[in-house]
């Protein structure tokens, strides 16, 4: 009795250790792929679509003997926020967007790099990029890593291999952020801007803006662009002032508000369908 009972105990032993090897191995890391190169982020994760506002005022104007304030006053402060937050991403967006048409290859550093070139027009100069987009997977985080290089001859002042953004996506390029650095000063990597992008689906998107650069009195400044089916809005926290800015418009009727502080001393401000000022929300 006393064998047979000892015989079970040292096969249930083994049973166990050889049940214990077999979750050991099930947790065991696989190998990272490098035979597939990680999928770019959508070019989006960099822009703001802002072309509703697009328009001439004073041709607007002569439209109507409705005023249409509000509506122009929403015109002209994003045409404001066009040349002082968004003009930051418009040359590395467009950089970066084509890469979409060129094949990577996977080099000695273990990372895929895109490299290719890319000539566009930038506040009226023509310039050439000499570009190497790098990219890989963090097998532990479960994200991509990307830095984009640039040179370029015909830059002010010229770039050699400058490290001009980078940033990490979520596998399945979802949610993620970019840093940029400031091209004019490429000796010193000053963060000037950082993007989060956050797209749950095509519905519900967001994208913020924050000024990086510490030295800056806009420092801690941040732009919000938000898409809810048919809702837009764009949100500017203002640090310094420690006060929140909202535009809002509906993409289907036209309609929207503007909440500014500078702007009717920051009470909400509407217009309807065709632009015209109204007292409250459209009906």
Known sequence: ???LAKNKIIALGVMLIFLIGLTTCDKEPTEPNKTAAPELPPAQSMQIDLSYFKMNPER???KSATSKWNFLAAVATVSYINTTVIVA????SLVFAAAISQQPKLQDDGKFHWIYSKSDTILGRVITFEVDLVGWIDETDQESEWEVYVS??????????FLWY???SEIGNKTGWWLFHDDKSPDSLIDVLKV?????DENDKELIFTNAEELSNEY????????EFSDRFLIFFDASENKTNTIYWNAETGAGFIEWQNYHN???????ENHNDISGPPA
């Open 1 to 3: 009795m006393r064998t």
């Open 60 to 62: 607007s104007l002569q």
């Open 89 to 92: 991403s418009i040359a590395p």
């Open 152 to 161: 370029s001859n015909s830059h002010i002042p010229q770039l050699h291999h």
């Open 166 to 168: 980078q940033g990490r």
């Open 196 to 200: 989060e992008w956050d797209f749950s």
């Open 220 to 227: 801690g400044d941040y732009l919000k662009y938000g898409i």
């Open 266 to 272: 920051g009470a909400k401000s509407y217009w309807d």
